[in-house]
C-alpha cells in the first residue's frame, strides 16, 4: 500500500514538473516570436487557475467532496463561474466609480442650440465611410510586439529655451504629440497641452509617455495668453495642465467649458466655438475653430462635445492646427476659404485601417496640406505614445516620404525645439540617428532556442513517463 502511494506522489510529482517546463519554454517561445502580449493573457488565466485551486480547497460547493482527490466538474465550473462574475462586478464598480467620481471625467456638457448637435450628440458634417480594417485583425495586431512601436533608447530632444524676436516675428515649439507653443513678441498661444505621466486616459490605463532626453514641464514654459483646445479626448486635454493655465484665456469647441468649469476655470476665462465660428482674441491674434472628421467623450457619453482644427492669423502671420481626425474634402474647403497658411501642423501618428475615417494615413497628411494650400506642413500627433501599431518613427518617415514626391515642402524640428517661423525651417531627420532596435538575449540566442525545444521534448517525455509507469490507484472507500 505505502510504496503504490509513494510512486502515486513522484509521478504525480514528475507530471506536475513536466507541466510546469512545458508552460515555462512556450511563455519563452511566444516570448521570442513576438508575442509577448499573448503571455499576459496566460498570466491572467494562470491566475485564475490558481485562485480556484485555492477555493476549491475550502468548503465552498464543496456538498461533501472535500473527500474527493480532485472537485468534480460541476463544482469547477460553480467555482470558475464565481470568480468571473466577481472580476466582471469589480471591473464595473470600478468604472463607474472612476465615471461618477473621477475628476477628470470632466463636467455634464448638456446640449446645444448648433446645427451639428442633433439626437443628443455631436456630428460630423459627413458620415465616414465605414473602415476596411477587421476588429478581430486589429485586436490580432496587438497581440504580436516586435519591439518597432516604441524607441530603442532615449529620444534625443533639444531643452526648451526662448530665442529673440522682432516685431513681426512668430517663434513656433513642438513638445512631442499634439502639443505646442506659438509665440510672437506680444502673445503667447499653446494648443493642446499635455504634460505630466499619468493624465492620459482614465486611471493607470493609459499609454506611458517616450523617455525624452529633456522633460517640459509647464514652470518651464513663459506666461500662457491663449490655450487652444481641439477636443478633449485625454491626450489633447489635460486636466492638471488646464489647472496650472488657470490664468489664460481658453479657446474651446462646443461642450468643453463644462470641462474647464469643473476644474476651477472661471467661466469668464471661456470662449467657445462652433464649426466656422471666428474669434478676434487679442490686437494680432484671431481665431476660426474649423470641423474635422473625429469624435469626442471623456465619460460614457460619445461625442457630447464637439470637436475641431483652428486657423490661427497671429502677428501677421497665417497658421493652421488640424486637431485629430481623418482625411475629408473639407480640408479643401479650409482651404479656399481661410487659406493660403504659411504652416500647417496636421495629425501624423496613430493610424490603422480599422479607424482610418477619424485618423490620417500619411499620405493623407500630406494630401490634407496640399488641399489646404500651406507652403509648409509639420506632422504632429505622434513620437509620444504607443496608441497603434505602426512603428513609432513610420509618421515621419514616410509623410517625408511622401512630401518629396509630391513636391510639398515637409519640416521636422526636433521636440523642444524652437524656431522662427519662415526662416530657416527645420528639416532634421533626428528619428534615423535613434538606436536600432536589438532583440535581447533571450529572444536573438540560438543557444537559448536549442535549450528551449530540447525542455520542451523533456517536458513532455516527463508528463508521458509519468502517466504511463503510474500504478493503479489506491482505492478509498468513502463513507456518508
Not at 493607470?204 to 490655450?227: A, C, N, Q, R
Request: aromatic share 12%; net charge negative; charged share 20%.
Amino acid at each position: 500500500m505505502e510504496n503504490k502511494k509513494e510512486a502515486l506522489d513522484r509521478n504525480s510529482s514528475m507530471q506536475v514538473g513536466g507541466k510546469v517546463l512545458f508552460l515555462l519554454c512556450g511563455m519563452l517561445w511566444l516570448y521570442r516570436h513576438d508575442l509577448n502580449p499573448v503571455n499576459s493573457i496566460v498570466a491572467v488565466v494562470l491566475f485564475f487557475r490558481l485562485a480556484a485551486y485555492g477555493v476549491a480547497k475550502t468548503s465552498l460547493y464543496s456538498k461533501k467532496e472535500l473527500e474527493r482527490p480532485s472537485p468534480s466538474l460541476a463544482r469547477r465550473a460553480k467555482i470558475y463561474s464565481t470568480l468571473i462574475a466577481l472580476s466582471m462586478v469589480f471591473l464595473l464598480l470600478s468604472t463607474a466609480a472612476y465615471v461618477f467620481f473621477s475628476e477628470q471625467v470632466g463636467g455634464n456638457p448638456g446640449s446645444y442650440d448648433s446645427e451639428n448637435f442633433y439626437d443628443g450628440a455631436f456630428h460630423n458634417l459627413k458620415q465616414p465611410d465605414d473602415s476596411s480594417g477587421s476588429f478581430f485583425g486589429t485586436m490580432a495586431g496587438y497581440m504580436i510586439d516586435d519591439g518597432s512601436r516604441t524607441p530603442s533608447s532615449v529620444l534625443p530632444t533639444i531643452e526648451f529655451e526662448p530665442i529673440e524676436m522682432n516685431d513681426d516675428d512668430v517663434s513656433i515649439t513642438w513638445f512631442g504629440h499634439s502639443s505646442l507653443l506659438i509665440q510672437s513678441p506680444n502673445t503667447s498661444v499653446l494648443i493642446d497641452p499635455v504634460f505630466g505621466e499619468d493624465n492620459t486616459d482614465p486611471l493607470f490605463l493609459g499609454p506611458k509617455p517616450f523617455d525624452y532626453e529633456h522633460t517640459y514641464e509647464l514652470d518651464d514654459l513663459p506666461e500662457i495668453d491663449v490655450v487652444l483646445i481641439s477636443h478633449d479626448h485625454y491626450d489633447h486635454l489635460d486636466m492638471d495642465a488646464v489647472k496650472h493655465l488657470s490664468t489664460s484665456q481658453f479657446l474651446v469647441p462646443l461642450g468643453v467649458e463644462a470641462h474647464l468649469i469643473e476644474w476651477g476655470i472661471p467661466s469668464t476665462s471661456i470662449q467657445e466655438f462652433d464649426w466656422y465660428q471666428e474669434g478676434d482674441i487679442t490686437d494680432d491674434l484671431s481665431v476660426v475653430f474649423t470641423p474635422s472628421q473625429h469624435f469626442s467623450g471623456r465619460g460614457i457619453n460619445p461625442d457630447n462635445t464637439l470637436w475641431g482644427s483652428w486657423a490661427i492669423y497671429l502677428n501677421g502671420h497665417d497658421l493652421f492646427f488640424s486637431g485629430d481626425g481623418g482625411y475629408s474634402d473639407e480640408f479643401v474647403e479650409i482651404g479656399q476659404r481661410y487659406g493660403p497658411f504659411e504652416i500647417a501642423f496636421i495629425e501624423a501618428g496613430q493610424y490603422n485601417e480599422a479607424w482610418a475615417d477619424v485618423h490620417m494615413f500619411p499620405d493623407q497628411t500630406v494630401q490634407a496640406a496640399i488641399d489646404l494650400n500651406t507652403a509648409t506642413l509639420l506632422p504632429i500627433h505622434n513620437t509620444k505614445f504607443v496608441l497603434a501599431l505602426h512603428g513609432w518613427d513610420e509618421p515621419l518617415e514616410d509623410v517625408t516620404a511622401e512630401g518629396e514626391k509630391r513636391n510639398q515642402s515637409v519640416t521636422t524640428p526636433m521636440i523642444g525645439q524652437t524656431f522662427l517661423l519662415g526662416e530657416d525651417m527645420p528639416e532634421h531627420t533626428w528619428w534615423r540617428n535613434v538606436s536600432v532596435y536589438e532583440p535581447p538575449f533571450l529572444k536573438r540566442s540560438p543557444i537559448v532556442g536549442i535549450a528551449m525545444y530540447a525542455s520542451m521534448i523533456l517536458a513532455v517525455v516527463m508528463v508521458r513517463t509519468a502517466s504511463i509507469t503510474t500504478p493503479a490507484r489506491v482505492e478509498v472507500t468513502y463513507e456518508d
